[in-house]
């Protein structure tokens, strides 16, 4: 049986990541997507929720019972994941993203006739021990998708920043519209208050720049 290195505390923060097995796409189409975020939504609740009593209702009309894990941020990328949480309860992690893997796994193989693993192994997750990490972690999250467009962006900046930012924008499978955009239905994934204020206070593509790589200059190098 695999064990993790470090064990889930109640109340602090972790990166948790998954991708495809032998990084094969786990998105296949924008119905994929949806499907997913709502299932952010209805997996992170004590009871369980089939999913044919809640098909085509609105997020904030299903009732989920008491969430196991705050969300912060979160995004979808073609053949991985990125979610920042916080353990709100014990275990609620690990019984969090059992919920969600098995769910979604057995959504894209019946809808693609195949069979077998979905997920290259367990989900990823790293402890975020410090504020300057978290804060790089909301900014990394929320910026991955600049990799579709410009390939090597971590490592020498962005090419073009007016570009990223438009794409970004228009970039519907994230946390970054609940933030920098307005309301939206998604917006109740999250759990804002859980978080720090500082996350709320950033107001655009720009800082939101110039936090990652200050940090990253800084701590991460």
């Keep these: 049986m695999t064990t993790r290195k470090i064990p889930f505390i109640v109340d602090e923060y972790y990166h948790i990541y998954n991708r495809g097995i032998l990084k094969n796409l786990i998105f296949r189409d924008e119905a994929d997507k949806k499907r997913f975020i709502k299932l952010l939504f209805i997996c992170n609740s004590d009871k369980s929720v089939v999913f044919k009593s809640i098909q085509g209702l609105p997020l904030d009309k299903i009732e989920r019972g008491s969430t196991l894990v705050d969300i912060g941020v979160y995004c979808l990328m073609p053949n991985h994941f990125h979610i920042l949480a916080k353990e709100q309860v014990e275990n609620g992690l ?41 804060n790089w972690v909301f900014s990394y999250i929320h910026l991955n998708p600049v990799k ?41 994934i999250l759990n804002k208050e859980a978080f720090p204020e500082h996350f709320s206070q950033l107001n655009d593509f720009k800082e939101l720049v110039e ?5 990253r200059d800084r701590t991460l190098d």
């Excluded at 962005?158 to 990223?164: K, Q, R, T, W, Y």
């Excluded at 924008?169 to 917006?187: H, I, M, P, T, V």
């Design 94 to 134: 690990s019984i969090f993203m059992g919920k969600l893997s098995t769910a979604y796994a057995m959504y894209f193989n019946t809808k693609y006739e195949r069979k077998g693993k979905l997920f290259e192994g367990m989900f990823g997750a790293k402890h975020i021990d410090t504020d300057a990490y978290l």
């Design 148 to 188: 579709l467009i410009d390939l090597n962006w971590k490592e020498d900046g962005i090419s073009n920043p007016e570009l990223a930012k438009n794409f970004i924008q228009n970039y519907k499978y994230s946390s970054y519209c609940d933030y920098f955009l307005g309301d939206r239905a998604e917006k109740i």
């Design 211 to 215: 936090e990652f790589d200050d940090i």
